[in-house]
T-cell receptor
Framework: RKEVEQDPGPFNVPEGATVAFNCTYSNSASQSFFWYRQDCRKEPKLLMSVYSSGNEDGRFTAQLNRASQYISLLIRDSKLSDSATYLC?????????FGKGTRLHILP | DAGITQSPRHKVTETGTPVTLRCHQT?????MYWYRQDPGHGLRLIHY???????DKGEVSDGYSVSRSKTEDFLLTLESATSSQTSVYFC????????????FGDGTRLSIL
C-alpha cells in the first residue's frame, strides 16, 4: 500500500457546487498534514494545514480522521479559479510525503 | 510569496553534459530542498539541506549532488545528465524542518536530449 494515496480524478464539478476529496495515509505514526494546491505548470502552494479538530478557511474545510487514517478537503460554493490539482501532504518522523494529487475542474 | 528564485527557469541540454540548477532564497530559512516532479510520480525529494554545508539524501538522490556554501543558496548538480533526468525541478524552503509547510520556487524545466 502506498504511503499516501489520492484519487487522481479528474473531478468535474459545476460552478457553485460543493466538492470533497479524501487522502488516505498508511502509517498511523504520521504527525502533521497539509493540503497544497498546484495550478498547471506552476509550483505547489500551501492551501491549509490540517488540525486534529478540523479547520476552516473561508470556503475550504479540512478534516483529519486518525482512526481511519485519512484527511479530507471540502470546497463549498466552488469557483472557476478553484480548478487545480490538490496535493495531500503527510509528515512522519520529519519526513514529508506528497500524494500525487487530485485534479479538479470547475465547469462554468 | 516567499522569496525563492530558481535559475535557470528552462534548460535544454544533451546527455552526458553537466548541469547545475540554482536556488536562491531571501527568507533566511534553515532548510532547503530539491524535488523533481514527473507525471505519475508526484513530487519526489532528491536532496535537502538543514544548514550551511549540511545536506542529506532524499528518495531519488542517485545521479545528483548538492552543495550549500551559504544560507541563501542551494545548488543541485547533475554530473552527467541522462534522459531519465528530464523533469521539472522545484526548490523549496522551510524554517524549522519537514514537519512544517514548505514554500516552493517557480520550478526549472529541464530537458535532456
Amino acid at each position: 500500500r502506498k504511503e499516501v494515496e489520492q484519487d487522481p480524478g479528474p473531478f468535474n464539478v459545476p460552478e457553485g457546487a460543493t466538492v470533497a476529496f479524501n487522502c488516505t495515509y498508511s502509517n498511523s505514526a504520521s504527525q502533521s498534514f497539509f493540503w497544497y494546491r498546484q495550478d498547471c505548470r506552476k509550483e505547489p502552494k500551501l492551501l491549509m494545514s490540517v488540525y486534529s479538530s478540523g479547520n476552516e478557511d473561508g470556503r475550504f474545510t479540512a478534516q483529519l480522521n486518525r482512526a481511519s487514517q485519512y484527511i479530507s478537503l471540502l470546497i463549498r460554493d466552488s469557483k472557476l479559479s478553484d480548478s487545480a490539482t490538490y496535493l495531500c501532504v503527510v509528515n512522519r518522523d520529519d519526513k514529508i510525503i506528497f500524494g500525487k494529487g487530485t485534479r479538479l475542474h470547475i465547469l462554468p | 510569496d516567499a522569496g525563492i528564485t530558481q535559475s535557470p527557469r528552462h534548460k535544454v541540454t544533451e546527455t552526458g553534459t553537466p548541469v547545475t540548477l540554482r536556488c536562491h532564497q531571501t527568507e533566511n530559512h534553515r532548510y532547503m530542498y530539491w524535488y523533481r516532479q514527473d507525471p505519475g510520480h508526484g513530487l519526489r525529494l532528491i536532496h535537502y539541506s538543514y544548514g550551511v554545508k549540511d545536506t542529506d539524501k532524499g528518495e531519488v538522490s542517485d545521479g545528483y549532488s548538492v552543495s550549500r556554501s551559504k544560507t541563501e543558496d542551494f545548488l543541485l548538480t547533475l554530473e552527467s545528465a541522462t534522459s531519465s533526468q528530464t523533469s521539472v525541478y522545484f526548490c523549496a524552503i522551510s524554517d524549522r524542518g519537514q514537519a512544517e509547510p514548505q514554500h516552493f520556487g517557480d520550478g526549472t524545466r529541464l530537458s535532456i536530449l
